[in-house]
């Protein structure tokens, strides 16, 4: 599965994107997804489960999940009450992001939510009307389309990422996420399988672990996560090669087998399929050199 990328006219010199009230039916939802870009998704009404990063999260209005770059997600809406929400794409490249002092950065709260795994803000009645009006205010300012408008959308989201980052650190000690969707074991298999990346992890090692037959295991892992278990571990192995090769100077082989991949020749060629590119043109590209 290839990298989901969502911007308007493919404008790579402002590599932004905006949905604005969308909604979505499970037949209309996205497969799951990645990509090098980040994420906001507000939702208005409506009810479901959003899978992201390994955690399930129950949605409903005022609910705020902020998604990392290379982070695996999937909404999944209810059939019966499908979610309406708002979305931004974007690149951290276009955001104002020069330090006037150490406790504030916008990249600072997908870091956050990356580093306690808990991507989802619920927000109090003022602070929704305050997001809704914003998210309001960037529609007005792309139907327009005058001179200026993308500056002025981009300014919006900066406000809005400052008004999340005050919210998010006003929520901070609800940070433990309750959801009921799926059976125990799919989540205590999720982080066993985070933590063993580098081992094989067949179908059958998973199945034992859990407790449940192979043929349980893959009907229902696919049917809780919306993916299969292989396609699944691929994700995985490709978010961490992708780390790897950007902040260590490891050989590719070593990050081959560091990751879980039978071999160089498939770390190569799973790779390639997810990012159109191979490992070492990868960390070529996209790598920031030490001064």
């Not at 406000?159 to 901070?172: G, P, S, V």
């Not at 295991?217 to 090769?245: D, P, W």
Request: net charge positive.
């Amino acid at each position: 599965m290839k990298s989901v990328q969502k911007f308007s006219n493919n404008n790579l010199l402002f590599p932004f994107s905006f949905i604005y009230q969308d909604t979505k039916s499970p037949q209309k939802e996205l497969p799951d997804h990645i990509h090098d870009y980040y994420e906001i998704v507000y939702v208005y009404s409506g009810k479901g489960t959003f899978f992201i990063d390994d955690i399930f999260y129950d949605m409903k209005k005022g609910d705020i999940f902020l998604i990392p770059n290379n982070t695996i997600h999937r909404a999944m809406p209810d059939k019966d009450e499908p979610v309406t929400s708002t979305i931004i794409f974007f690149s951290p490249t276009i955001l104002y992001n020069v330090l006037l002092d150490d406790s504030f950065s916008y990249l600072n709260l997908f870091e956050m939510a990356a580093k306690i795994k808990n991507y989802k803000i619920s927000l109090q009645i003022e602070r929704q009307k305050k997001i809704e009006q914003q998210l309001l205010n960037i529609s007005q300012e792309t139907i327009k389309n005058e001179l200026g408008s993308r500056h002025a959308s981009l300014l919006i989201v900066h406000q809005i990422i400052l008004e999340l980052y005050r919210a998010h650190i006003d929520n901070k000690q609800h940070i433990v996420e309750s959801n009921t969707y799926g059976p125990d074991w799919i989540k205590e298999i999720l982080v066993y399988i985070n933590n063993n990346l580098s081992h094989p992890l067949t179908l059958t090692e998973l199945a034992n672990e859990a407790l449940v037959s192979t043929s349980h295991f893959s009907r229902v892992f696919k049917q809780t996560t919306g993916m299969g278990l292989t396609v699944y571990l691929n994700h995985k192995r490709v978010i961490k090669a992708k780390e790897l090769l950007l902040k260590t100077n490891q050989k590719v082989s070593l990050i081959a087998e560091m990751c879980g991949f039978e071999s160089i020749t498939h770390f190569h060629r799973i790779f390639k399929k997810y990012m159109e590119m191979t490992p070492a043109t990868y960390r070529k590209e996209n790598k920031i050199p030490h001064s």
